[in-house]
């Protein structure tokens, strides 16, 4: 049996000098579409190894050295895909003759691979993109974004008490590379304690011995025979109790987060505990994102090909050992197994094989069989290791609380519910109404309702409502009344029984009585005589006990204004029908509203009522009338409110004098902004110069004083009102051109303590530009222009005047001069006849000395 797993075999511990004979035979796989095929003819259980050239050599010389491949072989043909390379095969059998085992090279082939021999492997359902048709084996392709197992365990006996189920699936990623995992969901059984516990693993299958990198999860990133996984076990407080049957779903979902990654998540979902049926929710323990910068899509994929790690592109549902290479044997199994994938809805993978070839954890004597609707693992059936149909797999996805007992239904549901329930002869129920609710929306259902099984998960509670009704009867004076009544619905009971137009009989008791249960009602009825009373308003007829006093009306109201008060006495004594007119007189109700309080009195109709003209608060606060009119004659009902001003005697301290008068409230009080005495003015030092009179108050604001200063300078005069205390910076320089000003020759500052006339003392200078430097002198200035040279030079001075070098000048203007230097022409001849004697000179020389 070959089996390819997500990480290396544990190391193979061997050296040359074996306590057996070994069959070795090197093997070349010239491209990657071969694969070795080991016949093994012989019987018998034996380990399969195959090695490279270079770790066969050191492990034939004692050294501890990994495999490529191992695993145990018997008598059957085993196939081994690898890549393009020279190995070694090493079986641990020798009989000396090469017929009993054979070892070629052969086209590979996914089938022959799939349909080798196997020792022991995951058993139950999984699928490998291969499908049965009319007996011959074809191809298809499943992509999707959700895969689900259901399992439904019945009888559950492993033995050393511990196994595993897991929903294995190979998810593929395509991005800038592609790139392959395998997920495992998994549930660990302690059958011994019937305890079990969920796990997650996530394998790289994207090469040879790929590690897994770039993963975040709850989980941890474990280590197994060099090889690293992704691995997560919720905490032990999370460990689940269970009884059988067992049944729920596993679940495996891809999301996709364009340029960015992966995300996966591992659900379970618990929907039978023995006798507890359970709704299907699914608990999400983990999400694991893998990150995929370049990544376009990702989904799981079912199709009869390899991963780049030799693996298979499968998913399956299996049961298996606990532990990673080890194998478990049951005693006991019976369940039944389901193999869905999502779209539009959660359909049955179309084919299966009963063994897994993706999976480290193996399970032997395990078969299953495909019945009409369902697939049944269990040690108690045969079956073949060929490719399976898939049946039309009825799975509980719609869950149906009826009536408080819960069910799974597998065929349409017909809602029927007895119309009348007789709980005793005076006691019965009636059907009311069915509500509906389907994942909690509700709506009212008729009795006959069918439900139907959905291929998705759904739930639905039907709750029917039934109304109890009881037999009652009614002892009325005039004769007795049977009917049935709804439970707590409200018995009415007449409230009068007329005797003649004078006399009747009244209920003195509620007239309400409640339908708690069955009842006989005998009802109590009081004699009342009908009395008649003549108001000034109107005539009032009533009916009154035998005996009662009745109290006439001390008051009678017309309106919240107007009233009738009696003047005669206000009871009689009711012994017969009677006919009363009592005496009133007219009054009005007066409020009359002051600013100090209201006064609301009833006054007779006629009466005058004078007003005060003005109200004291105290010395400083008072009312004062706003109209002439201050009595007035009731007639009507009055609501008397004189108009009043609140005013408030307030007293303004100005610098100029006091006032002293009395403003109405909220009037507005305008501040002088300025006061102006001479030459002096004082402006008011608040923003804000309207004053609200809220109260009475003694105002004394703020006025800055200013003083008027004139300021007398070269260029004008300035005249300004200045703050006292205030400091007026002088002006140092002033520019009448820019070749002419003013230098201040007094101090600079000046502090104001009153009004003032300032006449500060200036100089005029003028700016003086000599052989382009400039300079600013005093008007008058004496000046020397004047530059040293030679004998052999002279300097001429242009500019705005004219000048000999060495003069001095008085200033009274601005001047421009430069300097010019020139050769002295005296000397310039005198040079140029030097240069013609020093010539003839040299001339005389060259004659001379040629005559020699």
Same mark, same amino acid.
Request: overall charge positive; some cysteine.
């Given at each position: 049996?070959?089996?390819?797993?997500?990480?290396?075999?544990?190391?193979?511990?061997?050296?040359?000098?074996?306590?057996?004979?070994?069959?070795?035979?090197?093997?070349?796989?010239?491209?990657?579409?071969?694969? /070795?095929?080991?016949?093994?003819?012989?019987?018998?259980?034996?380990?399969?190894?195959?090695?490279?050239?270079?770790?066969?050599?050191?492990?034939?010389?004692?050294?501890?050295?990994?495999?490529?491949?191992?695993?145990?072989?018997?008598?059957? %043909?085993?196939?081994?895909?690898?890549?393009?390379?020279?190995?070694?095969?090493?079986?641990?059998?020798?009989?000396?003759?090469?017929?009993?085992?054979?070892?070629?090279?052969?086209?590979?082939?996914?089938?022959?691979?799939?349909?080798?021999?196997?020792?022991?492997?995951? *058993?139950?359902?999984?699928?490998?993109?291969?499908?049965?048709?009319?007996?011959?084996?074809?191809?298809?392709?499943?992509?999707?974004? !959700?895969?689900?197992?259901?399992?439904?365990?019945?009888?559950?006996?492993?033995?050393?008490?511990?196994?595993?189920?897991?929903?294995?699936?190979?998810?593929?990623?395509?991005?800038?590379?592609?790139?392959?995992?395998?997920?495992?969901?998994? $549930?660990?059984?302690?059958?011994?304690?019937?305890?079990?516990?969920?796990?997650?693993?996530?394998?790289?299958?994207?090469?040879?011995?790929?590690?897994?990198?770039?993963?975040?999860?709850?989980?941890?990133?474990?280590?197994?025979?060099? *090889?690293?996984?992704?691995?997560?076990?919720?905490?032990?407080?999370?460990?689940?109790?269970?009884? +059988?049957?067992?049944?729920?779903?596993?679940?495996?979902?891809?999301?996709?987060?364009?340029?960015?990654?992966?995300?996966?998540?591992?659900?379970?979902?618990?929907?039978?505990?023995?006798?507890?049926?359970?709704?299907?929710?699914?608990?999400?323990?983990?999400?694991?994102? /893998? !990150?995929?910068?370049?990544?376009?899509?990702?989904?799981?994929?079912?199709?009869?090909?390899?991963?780049?790690?030799?693996?298979?592109?499968?998913?399956?549902?299996?049961?298996?050992?606990?532990?990673?290479?080890?194998?478990? !044997?049951?005693?006991?199994?019976?369940?039944?197994?389901?193999?869905?994938?999502?779209?539009?809805?959660?359909?049955?993978?179309?084919?299966?094989?009963?063994?897994?070839?993706?999976?480290?954890?193996?399970?032997?004597?395990?078969?299953?069989?495909?019945?009409?609707?369902?697939?049944?693992?269990?040690?108690?059936?045969?079956?073949?290791?060929?490719?399976?149909?898939?049946?039309?797999?009825?799975?509980?996805?719609?869950?149906?609380?009826?009536?408080?007992?819960?069910?799974?239904?597998?065929?349409?549901?017909?809602?029927?519910?007895? *119309?009348? /329930?007789?709980?005793?002869?005076?006691?019965?129920?009636?059907?009311?109404?069915?509500?509906?609710?389907?994942?909690?929306?509700?709506?009212?259902?008729?009795?006959?309702?069918?439900? &139907?099984?959905?291929?998705?998960?759904?739930?639905?509670?039907?709750?029917?409502?039934?109304?109890?009704?009881?037999?009652?009867?009614?002892?009325?004076?005039?004769?007795?009344?049977?009917?049935?009544?709804?439970?707590?619905?409200?018995?009415?009971?007449?409230?009068?029984?007329?005797?003649?137009?004078?006399?009747?009989?009244?209920?003195?008791?509620?007239?309400?009585?409640?339908?708690?249960?069955?009842?006989?009602?005998?009802?109590?009825?009081?004699?009342?005589?009908?009395?008649? /009373?003549?108001?000034?308003?109107?005539?009032?007829?009533?009916?009154?006990?035998?005996? %009662?006093?009745?109290?006439?009306?001390?008051?009678?109201?017309?309106?919240?204004? %107007?009233?009738?008060?009696?003047?005669?006495?206000?009871?009689?004594?009711?012994?017969?029908?009677?006919?009363?007119?009592?005496?009133?007189?007219?009054?009005?109700?007066?409020?009359?509203?002051?600013?100090?309080?209201?006064?609301?009195?009833?006054?007779?109709?006629?009466?005058?009522?004078?007003?005060?003209? =003005?109200?004291?608060?105290?010395?400083?606060?008072? &009312?004062?009338?706003?109209?002439?009119?201050?009595?007035?004659?009731?007639?009507?009902?009055?609501?008397?409110?004189?108009?009043?001003?609140?005013?408030?005697?307030?007293?303004?301290?100005?610098?100029?004098?006091?006032?002293?008068?009395?403003?109405?409230?909220?009037?507005?009080?305008?501040?002088?902004?300025?006061?102006?005495?001479?030459?002096?003015?004082?402006?008011?030092?608040?923003?804000?110069?309207?004053?609200?009179?809220?109260?009475?108050? @003694?105002?004394?604001?703020?006025?800055?004083?200013? &003083?008027?200063?004139?300021?007398? +300078?070269?260029?004008?005069? @300035?005249?300004?009102?200045?703050?006292?205390?205030?400091?007026? $910076?002088?002006?140092?320089?002033? &520019?009448?051109?820019?070749?002419?000003?003013?230098?201040?020759?007094?101090?600079?500052?000046?502090?104001?303590?009153?009004?003032?006339?300032?006449?500060?003392?200036?100089?005029?200078?003028?700016?003086?530009?000599?052989?382009?430097?400039?300079?600013?002198?005093?008007?008058?200035?004496?000046? +020397?222009?004047?530059?040293?040279?030679?004998?052999?030079?002279?300097?001429?001075?242009?500019?705005?005047?004219?000048?000999?070098?060495?003069?001095?000048? =008085?200033?009274?203007?601005?001047?421009?001069?430069?300097?010019?230097?020139?050769?002295?022409?005296?000397?310039?001849?005198?040079?140029?006849?030097?240069?013609?004697?020093?010539?003839?000179?040299?001339?005389?020389?060259?004659?001379?000395?040629?005559?020699?």
């Amino acid at each position: 049996m070959v089996q390819r797993i997500p990480g290396e075999p544990p190391p193979v511990i061997k050296t040359y000098a074996v306590a057996y004979p070994i069959f070795e035979k090197y093997v070349s796989l010239n491209n990657c579409s071969q694969e /070795i095929i080991v016949q093994d003819n012989c019987p018998g259980i034996y380990c399969l190894y195959v090695f490279t050239p270079q770790t066969y050599c050191l492990w034939s010389l004692g050294h501890s050295e990994n495999a490529i491949f191992s695993t145990k072989i018997t008598k059957g %043909t085993y196939v081994i895909p690898l890549n393009k390379g020279n190995y070694v095969v090493v079986i641990n059998h020798f009989l000396g003759k090469d017929s009993n085992i054979n070892v070629n090279v052969a086209p590979r082939s996914f089938c022959s691979f799939i349909m080798s021999n196997r020792l022991a492997s995951p *058993r139950g359902i999984v699928s490998y993109g291969i499908y049965d048709y009319a007996g011959e084996l074809q191809n298809y392709c499943i992509r999707t974004n !959700s895969i689900l197992g259901y399992f439904n365990i019945s009888c559950f006996e492993p033995k050393g008490c511990l196994a595993s189920l897991q929903l294995n699936a190979v998810l593929l990623i395509n991005g800038g590379n592609d790139y392959e995992y395998f997920l495992q969901n998994i $549930i660990k059984f302690e059958n011994c304690f019937h305890w079990f516990y969920l796990e997650d693993n996530i394998w790289n299958f994207s090469s040879y011995r790929a590690n897994i990198y770039h993963v975040e999860g709850k989980g941890i990133i474990n280590s197994y025979c060099n *090889r690293t996984y992704y691995c997560y076990s919720p905490p032990c407080l999370f460990d689940i109790k269970y009884s +059988l049957p067992l049944a729920g779903y596993l679940i495996i979902n891809v999301t996709t987060v364009q340029g960015k990654g992966v995300y996966v998540t591992f659900g379970f979902s618990k929907i039978q505990n023995g006798q507890e049926i359970l709704p299907p929710i699914f608990t999400y323990y983990d999400k694991v994102f /893998i !990150s995929c910068p370049n990544v376009i899509s990702a989904c799981i994929v079912i199709k009869p090909n390899f991963t780049k790690s030799l693996n298979v592109f499968s998913a399956g549902l299996v049961f298996g050992s606990y532990e990673q290479l080890s194998t478990v !044997s049951f005693n006991n199994l019976n369940s039944t197994l389901a193999l869905l994938y999502c779209n539009q809805g959660w359909k049955p993978v179309p084919s299966f094989f009963s063994f897994c070839v993706n999976s480290l954890e193996s399970a032997c004597n395990l078969n299953f069989k495909a019945a009409k609707s369902k697939i049944l693992v269990s040690t108690n059936v045969q079956c073949s290791n060929s490719v399976i149909d898939m049946p039309h797999v009825n799975v509980p996805f719609t869950f149906v609380d009826y009536n408080n007992k819960p069910i799974y239904i597998e065929k349409p549901l017909n809602v029927s519910l007895p *119309r009348t /329930i007789y709980i005793c002869k005076n006691e019965k129920q009636c059907l009311y109404k069915v509500y509906l609710c389907i994942n909690g929306i509700r709506q009212q259902i008729n009795d006959g309702y069918i439900i &139907y099984p959905r291929c998705y998960f759904i739930s639905i509670n039907i709750t029917a409502f039934y109304n109890t009704y009881y037999f009652i009867r009614i002892f009325y004076p005039n004769g007795t009344f049977c009917s049935w009544f709804l439970s707590c619905s409200k018995i009415c009971l007449p409230k009068i029984i007329q005797v003649c137009k004078f006399i009747r009989y009244n209920l003195n008791q509620n007239s309400t009585i409640m339908a708690t249960g069955p009842l006989n009602i005998t009802p109590i009825y009081e004699l009342q005589y009908l009395v008649t /009373i003549n108001l000034p308003t109107n005539k009032t007829e009533e009916w009154v006990n035998n005996g %009662t006093i009745i109290q006439i009306p001390k008051t009678i109201y017309i309106n919240a204004g %107007t009233r009738y008060y009696l003047l005669s006495s206000n009871e009689s004594y009711v012994s017969k029908p009677l006919n009363i007119t009592p005496i009133y007189e007219l009054q009005y109700l007066v409020k009359l509203i002051l600013p100090n309080g209201t006064i609301e009195e009833w006054v007779n109709n006629g009466t005058i009522i004078q007003i005060p003209k =003005t109200i004291y608060i105290n010395s400083t606060s008072r &009312y004062y009338l706003n109209n002439t009119n201050t009595s007035f004659i009731i007639c009507r009902p009055m609501i008397i409110k004189p108009c009043y001003k609140l005013q408030y005697l307030v007293k303004l301290i100005l610098p100029n004098g006091t006032i002293e008068e009395w403003l109405d409230s909220h009037s507005d009080l305008i501040l002088p902004k300025i006061i102006q005495i001479n030459d002096t003015r004082y402006i008011l030092n608040e923003q804000n110069n309207i004053i609200e009179i809220l109260g009475c108050r @003694i105002l004394c604001p703020k006025y800055d004083v200013y &003083y008027l200063v004139k300021l007398i +300078l070269p260029n004008g005069t @300035i005249e300004e009102w200045v703050k006292k205390d205030c400091v007026i $910076i002088l002006p140092q320089y002033i &520019y009448i051109s820019s070749y002419e000003r003013y230098v201040l020759n007094s101090t600079q500052f000046v502090i104001v303590h009153s009004p003032l006339v300032i006449q500060p003392e200036y100089i005029k200078q003028y700016l003086i530009n000599i052989n382009g430097i400039s300079y600013w002198y005093n008007q008058g200035a004496k000046l +020397l222009i004047k530059i040293a040279t030679t004998p052999f030079f002279i300097v001429k001075w242009v500019g705005s005047i004219k000048v000999t070098n060495g003069e001095i000048i =008085t200033i009274n203007g601005p001047l421009d001069l430069k300097a010019e230097i020139l050769i002295n022409p005296l000397f310039e001849y005198l040079g140029i006849a030097g240069i013609i004697a020093i010539i003839v000179l040299a001339i005389t020389n060259v004659i001379r000395h040629k005559s020699k």
